[in-house]
Protein backbone atom coordinates (compact mmCIF):
# COMPACT_ATOMS: atom_id res chain seq x y z
CA UNK A 1 0.00 0.00 0.00
CA UNK A 2 1.21 3.11 -0.92
CA UNK A 3 1.56 6.14 1.83
CA UNK A 4 1.59 10.17 1.93
CA UNK A 5 3.22 11.64 4.90
CA UNK A 6 2.58 15.39 4.94
CA UNK A 7 3.01 18.06 6.91
CA UNK A 8 6.63 17.01 8.00
CA UNK A 9 9.69 19.36 9.54
CA UNK A 10 11.76 20.48 6.60
CA UNK A 11 14.81 19.05 8.34
CA UNK A 12 13.09 15.19 8.83
CA UNK A 13 15.06 12.80 6.74
CA UNK A 14 14.19 10.11 5.12
CA UNK A 15 15.82 7.77 7.39
CA UNK A 16 13.32 9.16 10.36
CA UNK A 17 10.50 8.01 8.18
CA UNK A 18 11.91 4.90 7.17
CA UNK A 19 13.08 4.30 11.09
CA UNK A 20 9.00 5.10 12.15
CA UNK A 21 7.18 3.51 9.58
CA UNK A 22 9.52 0.22 10.10
CA UNK A 23 7.97 -0.26 13.61
CA UNK A 24 4.89 -1.65 11.86
CA UNK A 25 6.23 -3.40 9.36
CA UNK A 26 8.31 -3.78 6.06
CA UNK A 27 8.91 -0.73 4.21
CA UNK A 28 9.99 -1.09 0.32
CA UNK A 29 10.81 2.59 -0.28
CA UNK A 30 10.28 5.53 1.68
CA UNK A 31 10.90 8.59 -1.00
CA UNK A 32 10.80 12.59 0.81
CA UNK A 33 10.20 15.26 -2.11
CA UNK A 34 12.18 17.69 -2.86
CA UNK A 35 12.43 20.74 -4.39
CA UNK A 36 14.59 21.30 -7.49
CA UNK A 37 15.81 24.39 -7.18
CA UNK A 38 17.45 24.16 -3.29
CA UNK A 39 17.62 20.42 -3.06
CA UNK A 40 15.60 20.69 0.56
CA UNK A 41 12.54 18.68 1.31
CA UNK A 42 9.15 19.93 0.88
CA UNK A 43 7.84 18.69 3.58
CA UNK A 44 6.32 15.69 2.38
CA UNK A 45 7.21 12.35 1.28
CA UNK A 46 5.59 8.91 -0.15
CA UNK A 47 6.61 5.15 1.45
CA UNK A 48 5.30 1.67 -0.24
CA UNK A 49 3.95 -0.93 2.78
CA UNK A 50 3.97 -4.24 0.93
CA UNK A 51 1.49 -5.82 3.71
CA UNK A 52 -2.02 -3.63 3.94
CA UNK A 53 -2.35 -4.71 7.54
CA UNK A 54 0.75 -3.32 8.81
CA UNK A 55 0.40 0.27 6.46
CA UNK A 56 -3.19 0.71 8.07
CA UNK A 57 -1.47 -0.08 11.48
CA UNK A 58 1.05 2.97 10.56
CA UNK A 59 -1.52 5.28 9.29
CA UNK A 60 -3.90 4.77 12.22
CA UNK A 61 -0.67 5.08 14.56
CA UNK A 62 1.39 7.67 12.98
CA UNK A 63 -1.19 10.29 11.88
CA UNK A 64 -0.96 13.22 14.50
CA UNK A 65 1.63 12.07 16.12
CA UNK A 66 4.53 14.92 16.81
CA UNK A 67 7.54 14.67 14.86
CA UNK A 68 10.23 17.10 15.13
CA UNK A 69 7.81 19.62 16.32
CA UNK A 70 4.89 19.13 13.86
CA UNK A 71 2.16 16.92 14.08
CA UNK A 72 2.37 14.37 11.10
CA UNK A 73 -0.37 13.77 8.43
CA UNK A 74 -0.18 10.09 7.16
CA UNK A 75 -2.97 8.38 5.24
CA UNK A 76 -3.24 6.37 1.92
CA UNK A 77 -1.57 7.80 -0.86
CA UNK A 78 -4.57 8.33 -3.97
CA UNK A 79 -2.32 7.18 -7.14
CA UNK A 80 -2.69 10.17 -9.28
CA UNK A 81 -4.06 12.63 -7.34
CA UNK A 82 -1.32 12.98 -4.79
CA UNK A 83 1.85 12.31 -6.88
CA UNK A 84 1.11 15.55 -8.52
CA UNK A 85 1.69 17.79 -4.99
Same mark, same amino acid.
Given at each position: ? @?? %? !? =?? $? +?????? /?? &? %?? %? %??? #?? +? &?? #?? @? $? !? &?? =????? /?????? +?????????? +??? @??????? !?????? =?????? !???????
Amino acid at each position: M @KI %L !V =RN $L +ARDTTE /SE &V %LE %L %LQA #YG +A &VQ #YC @K $L !V &VD =RETGK /SKGFGF +AEMPRAGEAK +AAI @KQLNGQD !VGGNKI =RVKKAE !VGKDQDE
